[in-house]
């Protein structure tokens, strides 16, 4: 058969054939449920915040444990990521969740670069996801993908409103994470102070153009209770690990002198909202929506700095292999005009060392004709002097020799004539 044959029946003249019996197709979506089930899930969870301000408190609570973590202390030179991975079985289902909490943050006196961390973490993850999919051999599904499906952002239950160090963080955070604010440690404020603060959030939210994570409501079974959640955000939550006894039930609790705060009591807080939405209703979508969107943007963004498109400037399709030849001729001619210019460049350097060789040869020249010439005065002077002092010796022999004939003769006429030789012997210069 042709393959436009083919083409034809699954196109737009594709029967649809009644059965006469039951095949078993049915149950693919039971398939892809076990297949999904016996893999396990992976969701990560980053937790944003000044330090003590319940972020570690928080995270037990909502997954009913004590996970490791040692408070962090106030002298921070920087703002920190601690990432602590762990499993979780709840009923048949596996859970790899990641926590990854700032240490240190807002702790500095500048706080200008304190979002960078937390961006450059956030782009890390997905730096390792898009080199895994780039490999020629990718295991993907067993990959441990470390991609942050939701950041919670603590906000501190000042009343006031948003502290510029969260304003700058969420705006740098808004397109690379899905953000759930939320108002730590609640029940340091009032209920009146609580409707007025999380207005004045939202309206700082909305005129500063950040982004949050907002609950979907396309999938119509949970359109509802996300639409209703969604006008409650930013939750003011309460956390606490500690159970006290309620009536005759236990519950997490916090005990203060004038009474007790209940953490799952939504009249107390907003603490149980956040867990339904977080991990009952929207875990998938938040993966999905790290995936799709934030993990998409990131991929495109690189792909493109890499120097990869879709279409080519007549916006015609560019596949992958046409721009990865366009990009290797780039290449190669650059390469080549380098090697030119290096080229070139040693040729002058070449050029230039000869000079200074020749100039170093004509200065020694110089230097041993001047060393010639005083050698050679200094020769002749000595020569000169050498001259002078063999006269002298002449005289000096002939003198003597006019001496010894003088002392001769006078040894024979006599010692009268003594005085007579020493006075000639003191003219000659020997007394
Ligand atoms: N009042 C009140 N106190 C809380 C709440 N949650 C936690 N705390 C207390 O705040 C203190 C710090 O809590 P942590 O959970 O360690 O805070 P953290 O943000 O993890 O702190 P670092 O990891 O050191 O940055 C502890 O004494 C907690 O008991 C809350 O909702 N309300
Ligand atoms: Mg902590």
Redesign the pocket.
Known sequence: MAATDIARQVGEGCRTVPLAGHVGFDSLPDQLVNKSVSQGFCFNILCV?E????????MDTLFNTKFE?E??THTQPGVQLRSNTYDLQESNVGLKLTIV?T?GFGDQINKEDSYKPIVEFIDAQFEAYLQEELKIRRVLHAYHDSRIHACLYFIAPTGHSLKSLDLVTMKKLDSKVNIIPII??S??ISKSELTKFKIKITSELVSNGVQIYQFPTDDESVAEINGTMNAHLPFAV???TEELKIGNKMMKA?QYPWGTVQVENEAHCDFVKLREMLIRVNMEDLREQTHSRHYELYRRCKLEEMGFQDTDPDSKPFSLQETYEAKRNEFLGELQKKEEEMRQMFVQRVKEKEAELKEAEKELHEKFDRLKKLHQDEKKKLEDKKKSLDDEVNAFKQRKTAAELLQSQGSQAGGSQTLKRDKEKKNLGFL
């Open positions: 915040g330090t003590g301000l319940g972020k570690s408190t928080l973590g408070p962090a909490s240490v730590a440690k029940d340091a309460i956390g606490s916090r």
